[in-house]
């Protein structure tokens, strides 16, 4: 079974940019299509962003369209997301997820089947 890490949340004004880092243990990560979904105070877990098994595919959703860039490194099971020209919506926090081997990349949270521990990103105005 993977594990996944999240990493590199933190606090940032309007307009500025992080990368969010997920490293993955054990040997499938290769073959699971990667997500990233968000969570604010009072909502519901949304998606964010999708990745397929070897990156050619991506999904983002539409208020983060332009501005957020998912990507992976299966050398490094790591998948990242990278956030520019962040906005105080945009605060919450962001769970990684894996969906199952060999399934195709989706945006539904229900495919998802692990995920990880989630990290904070606040934007200030």
């Known amino acids: 079974q993977v594990q996944l890490v999240e990493s590199g949340g933190g606090l940032v004004q309007a307009g500025g940019s992080l990368r969010l880092s997920c490293a993955a243990s054990?040997?499938?990560?290769?073959?699971?299509?990667m997500g990233w979904f968000r969570q604010a105070p009072g909502k519901e877990r949304e998606f964010v962003a999708a990745?397929?098994?070897?990156?050619?595919?991506?999904y983002y959703s539409d208020s983060v369209k332009g501005r957020f860039t998912i990507s992976r490194d299966n050398a490094k099971n790591t998948v990242y997301l990278q956030m520019n020209s962040l906005e105080p919506e945009d605060t919450a926090v962001y769970y990684c997820?894996?969906?199952?081997?060999?399934?195709?990349?989706?945006?539904?949270?229900?495919?998802?089947?692990?995920w990880g521990q989630g990290t904070q990103v606040t934007v200030s105005s």
């Open positions: 997820a894996a969906q199952g081997i060999l399934r195709v990349v989706s945006t539904s949270l229900g495919e998802y089947e692990v």
């Open positions: 054990g040997r499938t990560f290769s073959t699971r299509a």
């Open positions: 990745i397929s098994r070897v990156g050619g595919t991506t």
